[in-house]
């Protein structure tokens, strides 16, 4: 092997961590100052906060306010280790890792490399779409949504106008749906004001699901009540219906229509991702990596996969658990449990349930068997994901954010920062 990755010496094992997402950092946390030395990676110095991703791209966050510090979350352990780096390759002859800043040897690997879009194939809507996988993908969506708005209103012609304040979201799962009503009310509430020259092209809004129901995942009262807020919001909603070209200015659907739009924002899948090097017979349903009760990759002593990128099959999840936030917080601290213990348990998942929403007061929940709507359900979707990001810091300014906002119906992040542009 090349080059080697400086890591100080250690009496204790090391286990070498890939990923600092939900999965990653709740594992870390349980060994703080255990006997293990602890070797995070992550192509990334932040841990961030997905859920609100759509907040940064529909320009109501400062991506500052849903990422935080890998370094200061764990300033407090004496047994923690950082390195920025992408990981390219396991080789598990040798326990080693290759990174682009060079080789890194481990006792034990967990692997909580998390998912990526998952664009079926199709390879003009991967260059010419936007996905909302990662805090970078927020800021282009945000970007290219202003920069596009700022092309509309410079240009004479009726339908270049209209395709570019046209925008197409394609999944009608919860990070679709959020997306397409935080759209709906910077139309409602932003554009008009800011747009005056756009006053005859208002900002139309597409939501595609191949599905014959929005948020799928959720129970048929939330499915339903979601569909009577996107008519609310004058979303243009199309179900049955999927995307088959995107050439960037023109969408063609599977039902023979075509939308003209400069924007197609892909939420409509989703797949593992995780470094080259592993068995092919150990890749499973959405490119995700097979384990065993207890996390372990199948014949591997010790490889540990968890969160978005491991596929374990139980009697409860015949195909594997949910690619959530509670299904990776709960692996980590399970496994972490784990190796603090000599009898190690198998996993079981619990399900606390579903919230999605989709503009403000409206908002679904589905909690021990229960559907809520409306207000209160928003009150809860607002409550649980302020109390869930990291860092006091964060917490106190998403609140007053979303305080302002409340009274305001302002959006207060309308800035091109860093200009977009396909690849
Ligand atoms: C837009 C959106 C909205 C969502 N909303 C919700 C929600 O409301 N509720 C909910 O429960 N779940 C939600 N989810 C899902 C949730 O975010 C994921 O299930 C969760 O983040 C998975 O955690 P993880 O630790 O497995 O992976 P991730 O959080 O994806 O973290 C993976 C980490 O690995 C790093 N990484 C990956 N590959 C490499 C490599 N080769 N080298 C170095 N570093 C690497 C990445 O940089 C990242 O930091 C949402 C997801 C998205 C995208």
New binding site residues.
Partial sequence: MNKKVYIPESKHPRIVI???????IHFIKKLKNKPFQIVL????NF??F??L??QVATSGLEPDAIIFSIRKMFQEFNNFIFRM????TIDTENNAIQ?DIGAITYDHLIV????TNNFYGMDDVQANSIG???IQESLDIRSHILQNLERAVNTLDLEEKQRFSTIVIVGGG??GI?MAGAMAEFQKYIYKKDYPDLALNPLQIFLIEAGSEVLSAMSNKSSKSTLTYLKELDINLRLDTAVKKYDGTQVTLSNGETIDSETLIW?AG?KG???KGLQPDLIQRGNRLKVDAFNRLESKENIYV????AYMETAAYPNGHP??????IQQ?EHLADNFLSTHWKPFTYYDKGA??TIGKKKAVADLKGKHFKGFFAWFIWSTV?LMSISGFKNKLRVGLNWGSSYFSYDKNNRFIIRKFKRK
């Fill in positions: 890939v990923g600092a997402g939900f999965a990653g990676l992550d192509r990334n841990h961030q997905p859920p991703f759509y780096a992408e990981v390219e990174t909580a490399s998390g998912s909302l996988k990662t919860p990070a959020e939420t989703v991702q995780f470094p968890i969160g978005d990128v690619m959530v936030a509670p299904t990776a980590g919230l999605a994901h």
